[in-house]
């Protein structure tokens, strides 16, 4: 989907925005503010600087929740993440290695081309929210512990992450 220019959050200021129940677009979708890192924004926002950026959010029924951006501007590659009851982790250096292998999971997943959301849900499980943002085109995929490669890219972003996430096993 492309993003509107006049998006009407895209103006609140970083704790408004926290504050505020947003429904108008996906991107800004209520929900999202628990799961932002330090004062980062719903991904709609930083288009203006950031050329691409993804957000892996998974949402565990009983091992907590956690959340993995990773932002690429120009060279520059930074992936930063947040766990329940942790502290948010510096930002992290990726490589280009890094970044290519991230784009050969999407890819694989067909990301940019899977619907949004699978109408399923479980009490043993997990909700994986993937979303990105590539300038103004933004797309997410909502899944309830999916298999096969879009599971692939969901544990990547862990991977990538390092310790302790590398090593929670994703469901």
């Known amino acids: ?13 970083p704790r408004q925005l926290l504050e505020t129940e947003i429904r108008q677009l996906d991107c800004c ?3 999202e503010a628990g799961y932002l890192i330090g004062t980062d924004e719903p991904l ?8 691409e950026v993804y957000r892996f959010i998974w949402r565990s029924s009983f091992d907590g929740d956690a959340v993995v951006d990773i932002t690429r501007e120009h060279q520059a590659i930074a992936l930063r993440w947040k766990r329940t009851f942790t502290a948010a982790a510096p930002s992290v250096t990726l490589s280009l290695n890094d970044w290519e292998e991230l784009q050969r999971a999407l890819k694989a997943a067909r990301f940019w081309f899977l619907d949004n959301a699978e109408k399923q849900l479980g009490l ?8 990105g943002r590539r300038g103004d085109i933004y797309h997410s995929v909502d899944r309830w512990s999916p298999e096969g490669a879009v599971h692939d890219l969901g544990r990547l972003f862990f991977a990538l ?3 302790p996430l590398a090593s929670v096993e994703l469901y």
């Open 124 to 131: 043993d499980g997990a909700q994986w929210l993937i979303k």
């Open 161 to 163: 992450a390092g310790p």
């Open 44 to 51: 709609c926002r930083p288009r203006k600087t950031h050329h």
């Open 29 to 31: 979708r209520a929900g």
């Open 1 to 13: 989907m492309k993003l509107p220019d006049n998006c009407p959050i895209a103006k609140l200021p």
